[in-house]
């Protein structure tokens, strides 16, 4: 039997979860990162894409657009910029959350702001993917 470990999900309209949790997939910039009990800590940058939680006998999926992930010894903390569980998200969503990411490259003024641009967009266009399938 796996430990468990204290997660907490953070958006800014709600708390969407709270509680003891076996293990939590993390889709991050520099890679996915599954978090277990006793992890090293580590802070990470969120990019686009679908948090699983695992606990005991089930597996929940929740989109995140995008924030910051703190492991400590004392648990899981996601901040996310918008998140929203997979059951719940629609079509509609997705294809407004990627007109905002076309508008930021079209907005972007130099190299650097496009190529993050362009690289939050193909995510986003990924997570779609991922989701339609």
Request: proline share 5%; no cysteine; aromatic share 4%.
């Amino acid at each position: 039997m796996a430990e468990n470990f204290h997660f907490e999900l953070v958006a800014p309209e709600r708390l969407l979860f709270s509680g003891e949790v076996e293990a939590v997939i993390v889709p991050s910039v520099n890679g996915d990162i599954t978090v277990l009990a006793k992890h090293a800590p580590l802070m990470a940058v969120l990019k686009p894409g679908v948090i699983t939680v695992e606990t005991p006998g089930k597996a929940q999926a929740i989109f995140v657009r995008g924030g910051f992930a703190d492991v400590r010894p004392e648990g899981l903390t996601i901040l996310a910029e918008q998140a929203v569980p997979v059951e719940e998200l629609t079509d509609e969503l997705i294809d407004v959350v990627i007109k905002e990411a076309e508008k930021a490259v079209d907005a972007a003024t130099d190299d650097d702001q496009r190529r993050i641009a362009l690289e939050r967009l193909g995510q986003l266009q990924e997570v779609r993917g991922l989701l339609n399938s």
